[in-house]
T-cell receptor
Framework: EAGVAQSPRYKIIEKRQSVAFWCNPI?????LYWYQQILGQGPKLLIQ????????DSQLPKDRFSAERLKGVDSTLKIQPAKLEDSAVYLC????????????FGSGTQLSVL | KNEVEQSPQNLTAQEGEFITINCSYS?????LHWLQQHPGGGIVSLFM???GKKKHGRLIATINIQEKHSSLHITASHPRDSAVYIC????????????FGKGTRLSVIA
């Protein structure tokens, strides 16, 4: 079974630039999550989708972050403009449904903002 | 204060030792996850618990809902168990997100 695919694996940008991350969840998984993990901390939820609808985006800094999952399958997360404190690993995860037994994580995108 | 606290933060063990990692939480939950994160970022879901105990191979997870506490045990630890172990809880109200602990960094030395 193919896992959660994320790209790029690494990204280095300068502050005030824009960046986009892509996630393709496991086929058939209705729920998709984007997490931000700063070094030394646990992941923090940025946004949760159920199919193509947003379930929770209360912790998404909406002045600079945006995410979409237009067809209810793959998703993109964008930062525009980036700040130094956005340096983190961005993890995508999916599950069959909300509250499902298993969460499946991608390998993440490591972002460095210089 | 974090809603999910893990202890210890760092743990070094000799191969073969029995390991316990603890997780305490302060909110009402519907379920608790134990996750394993290897260097490089990949995360694997180990268990989801809402009561009692689960076992998979050398890993055992327990939860005490009344005491708001869960433990992850590793028997006969091995260097390949070296990873960060993260506790995460689903809050009670259904659709709300997982809240993560900061993780416990385990190093098992041969």
């Amino acid at each position: 079974e193919a896992g959660v695919a994320q790209s790029p694996r690494y990204k280095i940008i300068e502050k005030r630039q824009s960046v986009a991350f892509w996630c393709n969840p496991i086929s058939g998984h209705a729920t998709l999550y984007w997490y931000q993990q700063i070094l030394g901390q646990g992941p923090k939820l940025l946004i949760q989708f159920q199919n193509n609808g947003v379930v929770d985006d209360s912790q998404l800094p909406k002045d600079r972050f945006s995410a979409e999952r237009l067809k209810g399958v793959d998703s993109t997360l964008k930062i525009q403009p980036a700040k130094l404190e956005d340096s983190a690993v961005y993890l995508c995860a999916s599950s069959l449904q909300i509250g499902a037994e298993k969460l499946f994580f991608g390998s993440g995108t490591q972002l460095s903002v210089l | 204060k974090n809603e999910v606290e893990q202890s210890p933060q760092n743990l070094t063990a000799q191969e073969g030792e029995f390991i316990t990692i603890n997780c305490s939480y302060s909110v009402g939950i519907s379920a608790l996850h134990w996750l394993q994160q290897h260097p490089g970022g990949g995360i694997v879901s180990l268990f989801m618990l809402s009561s009692g105990k689960k076992k998979h191979g050398r890993l055992i997870a327990t939860i005490n809902i009344q005491e708001k506490h869960s433990s992850l045990h590793i028997t006969a630890s091995h260097p390949r168990d070296s990873a960060v172990y993260i506790c995460a809880v689903f809050r009670n109200s259904g659709n709300t997100p997982l809240v993560f602990g900061k993780g416990t960094r385990l190093s098992v030395i041969a």
